[in-house]
Structure formats: structure tokens, C-alpha cells
């Protein structure tokens, strides 16, 4: 038996064979690869996605050690790209993971062929970049699951899923739901989201850098991530990415 046969003898056992060649022939393209995009990523590799393009601008810094899968002290400075990369092949060393030190924005949304993907995942902070994202992800012909506001919540057990203009309770949410309506420019298909209707109240100092932040923790980021993992497995299960 060769060794990512042995990797992925678990997810087998559950899945079936079927499913399991199934995830290792399909592309994802993950954008954020932060408190929810990063456990995301490990949730893929280690179920058997073997085709993963991870895109984002950002360096690990120290106040992302709490959160992110890949930031630790000595990862620090490090491209968060470069630094999940180097986990997810030592998970699994024949895996093709594309690793994008860029931003998806409008002079760049072109570069990224979405089209070339079975699955897009959202986990993008910014909301003008996350808009964009996912209506040209919605009209890319690839599945798109996106991650709503993991900040501000401590239940795990209050985090579901919903169709996008049917989640509640969530502000990332609604002023993504305000900007499509101020612009006249919707998704042009429905599309699923990971989110929790709790939303508390920093109680600590709310600048980071001189910018406003919002406190979070693993245990919730983490369980964002592996609900859009579950997603995307679920859709190849299913049938339903094609």
C-alpha cells in the first residue's frame, strides 16, 4: 500500500473509493486564508482534496497565533500562503497545493480563472473584495461556499448553514446583502454560508495596529473552516458540484 493510500484509508472506509478519487481529481480555489480559511485548507487536504490553489496577500503577525493553523511563533513574518503550504505537504507531500501571495480585487479578479475550478471558498475579510468574489464566483460555473463573520462568538454550537439571503443575525452578512441591493448587482445564483447568529461584545481593548478589531477565537474559526469542508465534501458525495 503506498502511503496516500494509507493517508486516506479512514476517509475511504466512510466515503467510499468513488468519492475518495472523486476529491483528489477536483480543483478548489480557497481565498482567506485566515482564522477560517486556514482550518479549511487542513480539513481539505486531510480528506483527500489533492488540488488546492490557497490565495492571500497577508503575513502571519503575532496577534494571529490564537486563530490561524499555520501562524505560530515561528512562522512569524512568514507569507501566510508559504507557511500553509509547508503544513499541507507535510500532510501530504504528493498533494498539488498553488500557493498566491495576491489580493482579488478588481485588477486582479481576471488573473484567477474561476472557471477552471470545481469549488470556490470564500473566507475574505474585505467587504468589497468578498462581494466581487462572489458574484464572479456565482457566475463562474463553480460551486462557491462562503464563510459570514467568525468574530464576536463563543458557542460553537450556534453555527449553521443557510442559503446566502436567508442567513441571519450575522452584520458581515447584511451589509453584503446592503451592498449588492446599493449597486444593483446581485449573485446570479443561490449559494450556501457558513455563520452564527450569536454576536457579543469586546470587552478588551478593540485597536490592533491602530485599526479596529474584533476578538475571536480557534475554536470557533475552526469549526467555520471545517463546516466549509464539510460542504465541499458533501457536494462531491452528492453529486452536486457538476
Same mark, same amino acid.
Not at 67 to 90: H, I, P
Given at each position: 500500500m503506498n502511503t496516500e493510500k494509507e493517508i486516506f484509508q479512514r476517509a475511504e472506509l466512510l466515503l467510499g473509493t468513488e468519492t475518495v478519487e472523486a476529491m483528489a481529481e477536483k480543483k478548489v480555489i480557497l481565498f482567506g486564508v485566515g482564522g477560517v480559511g486556514s482550518w479549511c485548507a487542513e480539513g481539505l487536504v486531510r480528506s483527500g482534496i489533492h488540488r488546492l490553489t490557497i490565495v492571500d496577500f497577508d503575513r502571519v503577525c503575532t496577534s494571529n #497565533? %490564537?486563530?490561524?493553523?499555520?501562524? @505560530?511563533?515561528?512562522?512569524?513574518?512568514?507569507?501566510?500562503?508559504?507557511?500553509?503550504?509547508?503544513?499541507?505537504?507535510? #500532510? %501530504?507531500?504528493?498533494?498539488?497545493? @498553488?500557493?498566491?501571495?495576491?489580493?482579488?480585487c478588481e485588477e486582479t479578479a481576471s488573473s484567477f480563472h474561476l472557471e477552471e475550478y470545481d469549488f470556490v471558498i470564500d473566507a475574505i475579510d474585505s467587504l468589497d473584495n468578498k462581494a466581487l468574489l462572489i458574484r464572479h464566483a456565482c457566475n463562474s460555473g463553480a460551486t462557491l461556499f462562503s464563510s459570514m463573520g467568525a468574530a464576536l462568538k463563543l458557542n460553537p454550537l450556534k453555527i449553521d448553514v443557510a442559503e446566502f439571503w436567508k442567513v441571519r443575525g450575522c452584520p458581515l452578512a447584511a451589509a453584503l446583502r446592503r451592498r449588492f441591493k446599493k449597486s444593483g448587482l446581485f449573485p446570479s445564483k443561490k449559494f450556501k454560508c457558513v455563520y452564527s447568529e450569536e454576536l457579543l461584545e469586546n470587552k478588551g481593548q478593540t485597536k490592533e495596529d491602530g485599526k479596529r478589531a474584533n476578538?475571536?477565537?480557534?475554536?470557533?474559526t475552526a469549526i467555520f473552516g471545517f463546516t466549509l469542508t464539510y460542504l465541499v465534501i458533501s457536494a462531491i458525495l452528492e453529486g452536486k458540484d457538476s
Open positions: #497565533i %490564537n486563530r490561524q493553523l499555520m501562524a @505560530t511563533s515561528a512562522t512569524v513574518g512568514q507569507n501566510k500562503v508559504d507557511a500553509l503550504k509547508e503544513r499541507l505537504l507535510s #500532510i %501530504n507531500p504528493s498533494a498539488e497545493i @498553488t500557493a498566491l501571495a495576491e489580493t482579488y476578538g475571536s477565537l480557534a475554536h470557533i
